[in-house]
């Protein structure tokens, strides 16, 4: 038999077409496979999205800064952080005092001045209204109390009625300004404390930063997080680095091998014809690597996209580095497999040619 590529590839193919059965049990074996790679990256990455999406919600990635014996903050230095590529928002809060609302008599709640930054990190993805000199933002819980809803009025006791500009809900980030009434002013003056959101890969750095910052004199300031690490048990990228796919992916590969070299070992006497019609031993090897990536190549492109298909069914979100990386292990685990298959012509199948034409 020829060694020339065209033949080799005709062959292959005929091959496939008249071993239907055989094709189908490892096509099925090969996809399944696969499939469960793809599915196992694409699911863990998606845990670990979750995840660092609900930590994140929850004020993770949040600082707060003091002044350690309770002095002042510079209000517009803390609302300059807001402008670094590292911080997703940063605001100010003004000393809260106390306040009570003719609709509640004998109620208390509280008030403060706070900047728009501090409610963009305190209300993620809510709009923050452009709030007039007297208006009011309420928190959810004040709201619900007084049955307040963005324009309705709320009188302060001793003081003229006031407009509500807007009801916002801070219960994820901070639960204690869910019952306060606030008036956004500008980031001038003395603060009380400053609030400043990181992106999650310069939290640590960022935190460490933020003393300096503000520190003048022999008085630094105190940074702090906001959530502490050990409210969360769990430690995602670390579960993630050590998935067993990671390393284990060869496992897979090792299985599509056997597979077929169970198989090749059930067609010696088919490779034994080609031996006696000339084929030298190591073109039998050729022609196995051929029909491996005629079959393996196709299931490897349908495993893939039915696992990313099932995964978007499921309500998986994998951004597109996580897709990658299901698309890489799979790739491994399909190459490695094309890599070894032809070689159970030349360690499986030995002997004469006459030994392996007896079972014929």
Not at 77 to 98: I, K, M, N, Q
Not at 261 to 277: D, H, I, K, V
């Amino acid at each position: 038999m020829s060694w020339r590529t065209g033949l080799l590839l005709r062959e292959a193919r005929l091959n496939l077409q008249t071993g239907a059965i055989r094709v189908a049990v490892a096509g099925s074996t090969i996809f399944a496979v696969l499939l469960s790679v793809a599915l196992l990256e694409l699911r863990d990455a998606d845990d670990l999205l979750r995840f660092q999406q609900a930590y994140s919600q929850a004020g993770g990635y949040v600082a707060v800064v003091r002044e350690p014996t309770g002095g002042a903050l510079d209000a517009a230095r803390c609302e300059a952080l807001g402008d670094l590529d590292a911080v997703v928002a940063a605001g100010s809060l003004g000393t809260p005092y106390l306040t009570a609302f003719t609709a509640a008599p004998g109620t208390i709640f509280r008030r403060a001045d706070v900047t728009r930054g501090a409610l963009e990190v305190w209300a993620p993805g809510q709009p923050v209204p452009v709030t007039p000199a007297m208006g009011l933002i309420a928190g959810a819980a004040l709201g619900k109390e007084l049955g307040l809803v963005a324009g309705s009025f709320v009188q302060p006791e001793g003081e003229a009625p006031l407009p509500v500009v807007a009801v916002v809900d801070t219960t994820d980030r901070n639960g204690q300004v869910a019952r306060w009434a606030m008036s956004v002013k500008p980031p001038f003056g003395e603060a009380s404390e400053c609030w400043v959101e990181f992106r999650r890969r310069t939290y640590d750095g960022g935190i460490a930063m933020l003393p300096a910052w503000f520190s003048e004199g022999d008085d630094p300031a105190v940074a702090n997080p906001y959530r502490r690490s050990d409210e969360f048990a769990r430690d995602p990228e670390a579960e993630f680095a050590g998935r067993p796919q990671r390393s284990g992916w060869p496992i897979a590969a090792a299985l599509i091998v056997a597979m077929n070299w169970l198989m090749t070992w059930f067609r010696r006497s088919e490779l034994g014809l080609y031996l006696a019609l000339g084929t030298p031993r190591i073109g039998t090897l050729f022609l196995l690597a051929a029909e491996s990536w005629l079959l393996v190549v196709p299931t490897a492109v349908a495993a893939l996209a039915y696992a990313l298909a099932l995964g978007h069914a499921l309500g998986w979100e994998p951004g597109l580095d996580e897709a990658m990386l299901a698309v890489r292990t799979t790739s491994a685990v399909a190459l490695l497999a094309l890599f070894l298959m032809p070689l159970a012509p030349l360690i499986l199948v030995r002997g004469t040619i006459a030994d392996l034409l007896k079972d014929r």
